[in-house]
């Protein structure tokens, strides 16, 4: 994908698709965050050579309520 911002082609992806996202920076959480809420089942895998994912809280949700 060639770019991170275009939120419409982002949602073009097939819910049932796997993704990779290159980088695990506050953008990229962005973008996992973005296909999760509009239904995306099929893994997301976050990669980088040298940052981890950063620490944010946890958000109760019904289930875990």
């Known amino acids: 994908m ?8 982002i949602l073009e992806i097939p ?3 796997p993704v990779s996202v290159i980088g ?8 996992i965050l973005l296909l999760r809420a ?5 893994p ?3 990669v980088s050579r040298f940052r981890p994912l950063p ?9 875990n309520t």
């Open 55 to 63: 620490k944010v809280p946890t958000v109760p949700t019904a289930s």
């Open 38 to 42: 509009h239904g995306h089942r099929a």
């Open 44 to 46: 997301i895998h976050a």
């Open 24 to 31: 695990t920076s506050l953008s990229a959480i962005d973008v």
């Open 15 to 17: 819910p049932d698709e």
């Open 2 to 9: 060639p770019d991170s911002w275009d939120y419409q082609r």
